[in-house]
């Protein structure tokens, strides 16, 4: 079945249907096919006695008019429907002659001086350029230009749709059992298995017909631990975007090893006394860093709103020279792995920062007009019941040459190492950024003393970054289960080699 | 309104369920619909229509269970659907303890969905250009530009902080969002169950970015209400403004003990894990800081929690929950006493107690040592200490309890704010933090969930 059959529309109607949404004077229309089905599997208390699936089917269609947009979606593709969608998203053009246009006016002030709003690039935004993303005249090719590849990032040996639910029963249970049989002090067990895999196809009035076919696989693992009168718990995740050959004994070894691994020094963890100070964070899950320190704050979104703290720091240095801060949605098998982005522009490595400078923010065709630049693949939506919007894929920082992170702890007098977290958040415009810390230790004169848990951190985006001052040489990108939450969730992974921070705020007594 | 169409779509689900070999099952019908208006600095950003119907099946076949949804809801799709969902549940392994709740603890008296009056008819008359022209209203960005506020007096209008009118600033950016809608849900099982909810909703919410000797600050406030006279989006653009404008300046206090008062708007956040605690998956999986609590003393006595899911014309309110089950008054924690686990049938087998109700549905924080103190008068009750009006980040501990979250707020002497502070965490143990309370005033927010007011706490750990 090609993808037209799939979704029940024929070509001539995607382009009536393009059409309709301009009627109105939009001068931009996509439409987004999504077909997605979701599966669940839980062990709890030995057994697994639960499961599901839910089934998720309609077509987004979005309308823009400069950067304005208008926006609908039908959960049935019969034509009618669809073409009410259509209308009712180029609607947006109709609406913008209602109300008196602000722009053009100088910034609103109170007693201090009034400056400019953000404007477009010197040379100015035009209706199409920068939406469209720079090909190559064979589409198969490796690298068709810079950064842009079309490969599949999706490795699928055994798609989901083809495996037999009934031998994911056993893995669970062979999770369950492998974690009890490696620490005494097991209480309690929750493992889940969930997987989806969403068919996609997307068509715009720029003609681009593009599909993607998305598997995701996700296994979470909770345990409880009971030592003495005292109860700890430890949750850990893989996530990857691949067949359901990642059902296999190295991914349950990892899991296992993880959910029981710290468990002593966990037990044995004090709250630190809070206050400023340096922080080693370590290889893989530290990342956490760049996409609550940096990445929300790069992407082009907030930038052209204005609201960024790094609105205005583009072919700035904000941060010491050999660092190199990328978005990645290459790598294969990774979360945040994309062939194409949720608007049809292929997945591609993105420098957000190369050799300490600001070189680019992350881009959707919307921001990308704006500023006059190529997209960036980063437009990305939840479902087709959203926009898409500038999101992170794989966000990392490449390896430095300041030695490993035992050099890096070595170097601190008093400070603080950390290596896994649950969340972080950032404050756009403030900069301000925090993320919480599962555990750690304490550096007393360069050695890991007292274990720390459940303390947050908190500190400054552009202050951090240009404190950081050490980088050592093992990049890890982590392959938990992180979600983005910016208006709507996105699956996402982050890394970063183990990094030394002069200063930030512990949370403590 | 669900209409007997649906109702016997419904019905019909149920039936193929059974045909399909399920005993047991029940079928949640959801179908909403909502108009979104975004604006970026006074002009018309975005609009957007939705509308969504879904069919979630809870499924008891064979002693073994699973649950389903989907929205392609043709005939024809569905009877593949729910053959499928049968053969899948008898794929995973057989639990005694999954059943349909009770019919004698089902709800009997939400027949037509509106039975709360939370329903405004108003909403079918309302046309783009209302939308955009309540959007477009509500923008302190806009009003400023026609002339018909300064801002200055906008700042000043809903803050309690003095530094507002004579502060340099620009805006950068407002952001605002209008929108409203209409929710509507049916829930039968196969022992005759039948009761639905509806609901409208207006909202406005609204982010504000000013900037100020090139730093930048945001304040955002919203509004909700289930009828639409209830709605002053206006006032949240002027609340945001002050609040953006308000945290010029800020930067962390020394570390150290304080007085936390936690700003109404904002409390839930202290009380969100208790509930938490009390769940029945929590309590059953010793994933919780309040195991063996049932009937115990462990808060301090000013602390009291009722469930009130009933009260007509409130957002939030609903005769049931999730499986059908009638929700009713109750204590949650009475004086210092928790009264209440959340189990549902599923639980009560497990765990081998009696059945209540699955989540609290309006929980509701009392005043506390006295009626009728707001926040001004608990900063003047407590003297100094850090207002807390926002969270940024943090989490807690389920097992513990223990917490850290960021904060920014403002610094108060004498009763009276000194200055705002942010950069700093409020780190500790839910269960020593609340055996520090100091006051829980009477302003919770109509529009929000959980009805908890500004909350003091002695003795609580700030880090800057």
Known sequence: MNNCERFGVTEEQLRALVAEGLRDGGDWCDLYFEDTSYHDLLLRDGVVGSGGYHVDFGCGIRVLKGEKTGYAYAESTDFPSLKSAARAAGSIAGALAIPAPLHGSSGLQTSGSAGPLPQPSASGPSLLRGRGWPRSADPTADSAAPGIASRNYYPERLAWEDAEIAAFVPFLQRIESGIRARDSRVLKVVAILSYSVSDIMMYNSLGELTADHRPLGSLSVQVIFRQGDRTENNTVSRSLRMGAEMISDEVLEDLVSRAVAGMDARFEARRPKGGQMPVVMGAGASGILLHEAMGHAFEADFNRKGQSIFSDRMGQRICRPGINILDDGTLPASRGAINVDDEGVPGQKTYMVTDGILTSYLHDRISAGFYGVAPTGNGRRESFRYNPIPRMRATYMESGPDGTCEDLVASVRKGIYVDQFANGQVKIGEGDFTFFVKSGFLIENGRLTMPVKDINIIGNGPQALADIQAVAGDLKVDEGTWTCGKEQSVAVSCGIPSVLIGNLTVGGE | ?464
Request: hydrophobic share 40%; net charge negative; aromatic share 8%.
């Open chain 2, 1 to 464: 309104m669900i209409t007997e169409k649906e109702l016997q779509f419904v019905r019909e689900a149920l039936a193929l369920a059974r045909q399909a070999g399920a005993q047991k099952a029940r079928a949640t019908l959801s179908k909403s619909e909502e108009d979104l208006v975004a604006t970026l600095d006074g002009e018309v950003d975005r609009v957007t229509h939705c509308a969504d119907r879904s069919l979630s099946l809870a499924l008891f076949v064979d002693g073994r269970f699973g649950s389903y949804s989907t929205n392609k809801l043709e005939r024809t799709a569905l009877e593949g659907f729910i053959r499928r969902a049968v053969a899948a549940t008898r794929m995973v392994a057989g639990d005694p303890c999954r059943d349909l709740p009770d019919p004698a603890r089902c709800c009997r008296d939400a027949v037509t969905g509106d039975e709360l009056g939370l329903v405004d008819p108003s909403r079918d008359t309302l046309t783009p250009a209302d939308r955009q022209q309540v959007a477009l209203d509500a923008s302190v960005f806009a009003a400023s530009f026609r002339g018909s506020q300064p801002p200055g007096e906008a700042a000043a209008v809903s803050t309690a902080q003095a530094k507002t009118e004579n502060t340099d600033y620009q805006i950068i950016s407002e952001e605002g969002e209008y929108s409203d809608s209409i929710y509507e849900t049916v829930v039968m099982d196969t022992n005759g169950l039948c009761c639905a909810h509806s609901e409208t909703s207006f909202d406005y919410g609204v982010e504000i970015t000013v900037e100020s000797d090139g730093e930048k600050y945001s304040g955002y406030w919203w509004e909700a209400s289930s009828h639409r006279s209830e709605l002053d989006a206006a006032a949240c653009g002027r609340a945001a403004l002050a609040r953006a404008v308000a945290q010029i300046g800020s930067e962390p206090a020394p570390s150290g003990r304080y007085t936390a008062v936690i700003d109404a708007e904002m409390a839930s956040k202290m009380v969100s894990p208790l509930l938490r605690a009390l769940s029945g998956y929590s309590i059953q999986q010793n994933n919780s800081f309040l195991m063996d609590s049932l009937g115990q003393q462990r808060f301090p006595e000013g602390l009291t929690i009722l469930d009130v899911p009933r009260i007509p014309g409130q957002t939030c309110s609903k005769y049931f929950d999730s499986e059908g089950v009638a929700t009713a008054e109750a204590p949650i924690i009475e004086r210092g006493v928790v009264r209440e686990y959340f189990i549902n049938t599923y639980m009560a087998h497990k765990m081998g107690m009696a059945p209540t109700i699955e989540d609290a549905t309006r929980p509701k924080v009392l005043p506390w040592p006295e009626a009728g103190l707001d926040r001004d008068a608990i900063l003047r009750r407590c003297g100094s200490g850090i207002l807390v009006t926002d969270f940024n980040g943090g989490n807690s501990n389920p097992v513990t309890g223990d917490f850290s979250y960021g904060i920014e707020g403002y610094l108060f002497e004498e009763g009276r704010i000194v200055r705002p502070v942010s950069g700093m965490l409020m780190t500790g143990n839910f269960l020593e933090l609340w055996s520090r309370l100091v006051a829980a005033g009477d302003d919770a927010r109509p529009c929000q969930t959980k009805l908890v007011p500004t909350l003091a706490f002695a003795e609580v750990d700030f880090s800057g």
